[in-house]
């Protein structure tokens, strides 16, 4: 990738995030206006303050009116972006690029779903059409193909991969149990995770995110003008976006054990903030678990494991809450379950509250390596989705 990055020339000063969860009772408007307001309080300032607004979502409304009519913010710039289950990520890049490039002062980046209510147990959405030849397989089927490729591809036994995979839901729901917004806030035996109902493949109920509905919001400034308005504020170190070609489903040699696209993003990401030991330089990392195989590859992708190496990893506790790279602290998508135009901003939220030391003590990660947090955000599917990778820091440099 040629991208010049922005390397701590914005920063974040306010962030707001709603509980997720089964909100029957409450409109997408009604979340982020809570969302929004928890972020301006935060940064100690009123909506008269910000100058642009950047709302990501996939199926809650249509145009910059749907945060406008919210927000009664007449006659301020609105843009609607939608990239698949990272619009959040991708409302917070181009909030982000718009400060950088002198354009405006301050702006807000926001994401909001509302899914429980669309009448439909997955995602309700219109597909572009096409010839005809495209696959229509659920999203936990494509994903299932994930863990037979991996366990034939590295030689490890389909017990051992979905020992792995247990893990990964036990430890994010552990996780999650300690955080006020999840969804989901209960430890659950590995014993009940192993043997659920089978959804798809080796994928059972818990393997699986589920559906919820939720807001974040961040808020953007300049570097230099960050401590107006926090002691604490987050420097943007990177920002990588990569949509694939799509033709995985179709390519003989995709072999259903990479995501090329987080890849590409992240070696684009590291690049930008001069990261070259990810295990070392991270203090922590929020990634994309809508199905528990995929956090598994995406060790790997996001260069955290050595190929063939992240089920043992995982097994090892290396990215539990106390292990030396806390993965998904927050609970994750596990835990949150997944209102697509909100995660990517959810994720970073948690880095907000860790690198600032102000995660809930009983899951407060310790400080290590560059200060630095990374998001990893999936949308689409195993060779065939988009993938953002943001990495922010404590500290200037």
């Known amino acids: ?64 009116m749907t945060l406008s009519t919210a927000l009664k913010i007449d006659y301020k710039p609105v843009t609607r972006v939608e990239n698949l289950c990272a619009s959040g990520s991708e409302a917070f890049r181009n909030a982000c690029y718009a400060v950088a490039s002198g354009a405006y002062d301050i702006v807000m980046a926001v994401g909001v779903e509302k899914l429980k209510d669309t009448g439909y147990s997955g995602l309700a ?24 490729a991996y366990a034939d591809k590295y030689g490890v036994a389909r017990d051992d991969f979905k020992e792995a995979m247990t893990h990964v839901a036990w430890k994010n729901h552990y996780n999650g149990a300690r955080n006020e917004r999840a969804q989901f806030r209960a430890e659950v035996p590995k014993e009940k995770i192993r043997n659920a109902p089978a959804v798809a493949g080796d994928l059972g109920v818990f393997d699986c995110s589920g559906v919820s509905d939720g807001s974040a919001a961040a808020i953007i400034v300049r570097a230099e ?11 943007v170190k990177a920002l990588s976006f990569a949509a694939g070609p799509g033709t995985g489903p179709f390519d003989p040699t995709y072999d259903y054990t990479t995501f090329e696209e987080a890849v590409r993003s992240a070696a684009d990401a590291y690049r930008q903030a001069g990261v070259e030991s990810p295990e070392d330089d991270l203090m922590m990392a929020e990634v994309h678990d809508c199905f528990t195989p995929t956090e598994l590859v995406l060790m790997e992708d996001l260069g955290f494991s050595a190929r063939g190496g992240a089920w043992t990893d995982s097994l090892a506790d290396k990215f539990s809450l106390h292990g030396t790279l806390p993965v998904n602290p927050d609970g994750g998508l596990k835990s949150f379950g997944h209102p697509i135009g909100a995660s990517g901003l959810r994720m970073l939220y948690e880095c907000w509250l860790q690198l600032r030391g102000e995660a809930p003590r009983e899951r407060q990660i310790a400080a290590k390596g560059l200060r630095y947090g990374l998001t990893q955000n999936l949308g689409g599917g195993p060779g065939e989705c988009v993938s953002f990778v943001s990495i922010v820091g404590a500290d200037v440099g």
């Not at 701590?8 to 206006?33: H, Q, Y």
């Not at 607004?53 to 409304?61: A, D, E, F, Q, R």
Request: glycine share 12%; proline share 5%; net charge negative.
């Open 125 to 148: 959405r219109p597909n572009p059409a096409d010839d005809g030849t495209g696959t229509t397989l659920t999203a936990p089927a494509r994903f299932s193909m994930l863990a037979p």
């Open 225 to 235: 003008d960050a401590h107006r308005y926090t002691d604490k504020p987050l420097y």
């Open 1 to 64: 990738m040629s991208s010049h990055g922005i390397k701590d020339k914005v920063a974040i000063v306010g962030m707001g995030c709603t509980r997720f969860g089964e909100l029957w009772d409450r409109s997408a408007g009604d979340l982020v206006v809570e969302s929004t307001q928890a972020a301006l309080t935060s940064a100690g300032i009123t909506k008269d303050s910000i100058d642009a607004y950047w709302l990501g979502t996939l199926i809650s409304g249509y145009s910059g």
